[in-house]
């Protein structure tokens, strides 16, 4: 190989590497929104790699673009199912109905499982402000280590369904960047995302109970501080009488603005919640029935695809921007017969403030992992890995993992080790949708302080910091684990 191509693939590598590097800088030492800090580095990649004033700046607004015209409308419609939901109360009946099917000792896999795939059109921030309460309340009766059992099951289940289960924000902006199509998303994530909270929660139901828990020492009084006005007031269980009203800070955390995996603080509106009394109580299967018929034509739709079956019907509806627009309009009538108009408003409303942010953020990462692959990484790393699936699946597991444990945000990491490794799939004949998995996999290790998720289980739980270190931050690294060794096998097949 010439000399000049190894000094251009040298300095495209370097700067890449440099680009990712300053964002994390920026965002963990100078405080610049991610936002921001992401354009900054997709800019700065675009000049340095030679694709010119030009280039660059059509790599950073093409790729916001395109990645918004490709996810834009799913996130926006899966947003405003989950406010609908949260605003009927949906959540609470859940976990009251989960509790008696599976009873005391099944109810952290059923709670891990439920809300990493069922709940997960819910805002993350919102779906555990509802959900801590309950879980506080059913703590006392599943036995030994209630508490910090429903806590890992909530931690666990909560995260990895952001990253794994369509319509979490997390895997639908994977999806994008990628280019994966939805329905493939939706099927293998459910297939990684089911064993992998079942096998994490397990483990650490087992640590858990072999004297890994003092309760002198890793539990406390829980408080209300860090909830959303509102948000505890929807709860029937919210009116716990140790709880201490501080709305100033969330375990002696600030305020500010965060991100929507939970890399900051609540947002303002999140969870806004409705009182009064429902016009009447309506099935929770009708509640909930329209975003799972949405998600099953998805699914439909994706099998149909893959076994070469043409039925125009099911395409049409099987199509995701159809079939959650779908499920949206369902959600929207159930609610409003039983809740009235004046909810649906409030929810919309809501929905709008919540998903804003969540565009932005997946637009600017479009753009980086766009500009990645113009740069040419591609082809330089395709050489390296030539036939390999299993070394560029570990690596972007590695990147995620670090940028996770510098920069604090799921989404963010995930979608920056995508974007870096993205242009290897087409190369060396790798699926898309495994890298997306793996990125996924490695921006849930070690969950810690700089995590909103952290410090909102922290606080509603009633655990010290020292107690969500091993619920949260070791809970959810097992399942990062976990989740990798059971994609790496994927690779065989997909």
Same mark, same amino acid.
Do not use: C
């Given at each position: 190989m010439p000399r000049g191509t190894i000094v251009s693939d040298t300095v495209i590598v370097v700067n890449t590497a440099v680009a990712v590097l300053a964002v994390v800088v920026l965002i963990v030492r100078f405080r610049l929104n991610p936002v921001i800090s992401l354009v900054i580095g997709a800019v700065y990649?675009?000049?340095?790699?030679?694709?010119?004033?030009?280039?660059?700046?059509? &790599?950073?607004?093409?790729?916001?673009?395109?990645?918004?015209?490709?996810?834009?409308?799913?996130?926006?419609?899966?947003?405003?199912? *989950?406010?609908?939901?949260?605003?009927?109360g949906a959540i609470e009946r859940l976990v009251s109905a989960l509790l008696t099917a599976c009873g005391p000792r099944g109810m952290p896999y059923a709670t891990a499982v439920t809300v990493s795939t069922a709940l997960q059109s819910i805002f993350v921030d919102v779906l555990l402000v509802i959900s801590a309460p309950l879980a506080r309340r059913i703590a006392p009766r599943i036995g030994d280590k209630g508490l910090p059992r429903m806590a890992t099951a909530l931690a666990i289940g909560l995260e990895c369904g952001i990253v794994f289960m369509v319509p979490g924000v997390g895997a639908v902006a994977l999806a994008g960047v990628l280019g994966v199509p939805l329905g493939q998303m939706l099927i293998l994530g459910l297939v990684v995302v089911v064993p992998t909270v079942l096998i994490a929660t397990g483990i650490m139901s087992v640590l858990l109970r072999r004297g890994w828990w003092d309760p002198a020492r890793d539990e406390q009084e829980p408080v209300a501080a860090g909830v959303p006005a509102g948000a505890e007031a929807h709860s029937p269980d919210s009116a716990a009488p140790d709880a201490a009203p501080d709305a100033g800070s969330a375990g002696g955390r600030p305020a500010g603005a965060g991100s929507p995996d939970g890399g900051g603080t609540v947002p303002a509106a999140v969870g806004t919640a409705v009182s009064g009394t429902a016009r009447r109580e309506l099935p929770l299967a009708l509640l909930f029935g329209p975003l799972l018929v949405g998600l099953l034509l998805i699914a439909a739709g994706a099998v149909l695809d893959a076994a070469g079956i043409t039925h125009p019907v099911i395409a049409?509806?099987?199509?995701?921007?159809?079939?959650?627009?779908?499920?949206?309009?369902?959600?929207?009538?159930?609610?409003?017969?039983?809740?009235?108009? *004046?909810?649906?408003?409030?929810?919309?409303?809501?929905?709008?403030?919540?998903?804003?942010?969540?565009?932005?953020?997946?637009?600017?990462?479009?753009?980086?992992?766009?500009?990645?692959?113009?740069?040419?990484?591609?082809?330089?790393?395709?050489?390296?890995?030539?036939?390999?699936?299993? &070394?560029?699946?570990?690596?972007?597991?590695?990147? &995620?993992?670090?940028?996770?444990?510098?920069?604090?945000?799921?989404?963010?990491?995930?979608?920056?080790? &995508?974007?870096?490794?993205?242009?290897?799939?087409?190369?060396?004949?790798?699926?898309?949708?495994?890298?997306?998995?793996?990125?996924?996999?490695?921006?849930?290790?070690?969950?810690?302080?700089?995590?909103?998720?952290?410090?909102?289980?922290?606080?509603?739980?009633?655990?010290?910091?020292?107690g969500t270190l091993k619920t949260c931050s070791v809970g959810v690294s097992i399942a990062s684990v976990v989740a990798i060794l059971v994609i790496l096998p994927l690779s065989l097949v997909v």
């Open positions: 990649l675009g000049l340095t790699a030679g694709l010119g004033v030009t280039g660059t700046v059509d &790599a950073v607004t093409g790729g916001f673009g395109d990645i918004l015209a490709d996810v834009g409308l799913l996130i926006a419609f899966g947003v405003l199912t *989950g406010a609908m939901l949260h605003h009927a049409f509806l099987g199509e995701p921007v159809i079939a959650l627009l779908l499920a949206l309009i369902g959600t929207t009538a159930v609610v409003g017969v039983a809740h009235g108009r *004046g909810m649906v408003e409030s929810a919309v409303s809501d929905g709008f403030r919540e998903s804003g942010q969540i565009l932005i953020l997946t637009g600017v990462g479009g753009s980086l992992a766009t500009t990645i692959s113009d740069a040419g990484l591609g082809e330089i790393l395709g050489r390296f890995f030539s036939a390999s699936t299993a &070394a560029p699946l570990l690596m972007v597991w590695l990147i &995620a993992a670090v940028l996770h444990v510098a920069i604090g945000s799921v989404t963010i990491s995930a979608i920056t080790a &995508a974007g870096v490794l993205a242009p290897v799939a087409p190369v060396i004949g790798l699926a898309p949708v495994l890298i997306a998995l793996a990125a996924g996999a490695g921006a849930l290790f070690a969950i810690h302080v700089t995590s909103n998720t952290f410090w909102l289980l922290q606080s509603l739980l009633g655990q010290s910091v020292r």
